[in-house]
């Protein structure tokens, strides 16, 4: 059969966003395919034949075409913009670009390895960094009371309503910025091609790519923005009302700085977690 399958075709998707309306046409090259030309076919109505000049093509839809097996339409429309584009975007702040170039390439292991290692349960990584913070603050003080003097009520709490890792301090410009096409199968191997973290109280990279993956499950989270001390995730819809206390309780064990160094509470997190569709880290 692959001696008949020789032809190239080129297929365009057309794709709406619901949120903007913006409409976009995926370019899709497929090779291996069978491509009939100069073909007639005649038709007759009313009484009436007409010759038609067909082009056919046949498509083997049990191959794989870029290591990509065929979707019908309607579930190709449902895959997120990484998986139909072929990569995910990013955008990385390069006010220092020591710090992209120190992980990126002085810093680099090898992206196979790094990608065929074990990925640890991201639920257990976010929820094993609060067991032992729990165990470590109220061994510190015993009088604590966890759940009103450390989580809070959820109550309060700003929605963010944009991303804003790649602004300047002042909040008056953005930084210079890389916009990365991430070659990547799935959105937390972003963080194989890019290690980030392993510094201070921020997570290692495998960690980020573990917890990466459980947000991406549990809530469709996907990394935006990424900057020296910064990681910014996009939702497509807030976090529940019922699990934004949790989400918050594993974010703030994930990253105690957007608690103790910003919004002052737990439940002021929840608060505003419930009505994001951005997510905001913060290492100091």
Known sequence: ?????????????????????????????????????????????????????????????????????YLPPQEYAKLPDGE???????????????????FAVYRRQSREELLSAPLPDGREVVRRRLRDWRAEITSEDPSLNWREDVLGKMEGGKPRTRLSGFWDYRHVETEPLLLAEI????????????????WN??????????????????????????????LEYILPAPVPQERAMEAAMEQYFFC?????????????????????????????
Not at 90 to 95: G, N, Q, R
């Open 1 to 69: 059969m692959s001696v008949l399958f020789t032809d190239t075709m080129t297929v365009y998707n057309y794709h709406r966003d619901p949120d903007t309306g913006q409409e976009t046409w995926n370019r899709s090259v497929v090779r291996g395919v069978q491509w009939s030309h100069n073909k007639s076919e005649v038709t007759t109505t009313d009484g009436v034949q007409t010759e038609s000049k067909v082009e056919k093509i046949t498509v083997d839809f049990q191959r794989k075409y870029g290591n990509k097996p």
């Open 84 to 102: 139909r584009e072929g990569f995910w975007p990013l955008l990385i702040s390069m006010w220092n670009s020591r710090w992209f170039l120190d």
């Open 183 to 198: 070659p990547a199968k799935n959105p937390w191997e972003v963080f194989a091609w890019l290690p980030f973290g392993g």
């Open 201 to 230: 109280e921020c997570p290692a990279p495998e960690e980020h790519r573990a917890a990466a993956k459980y947000w991406y499950k549990e809530y469709g989270a996907v990394p935006a923005v990424m900057a020296p001390d910064i």
């Open 256 to 284: 105690a700085d957007i608690v103790d160094q910003g919004v002052g509470s737990v439940g002021a997190l929840a608060g505003g977690l419930a009505q994001s569709k951005f997510w905001y880290f913060w290492w100091d």
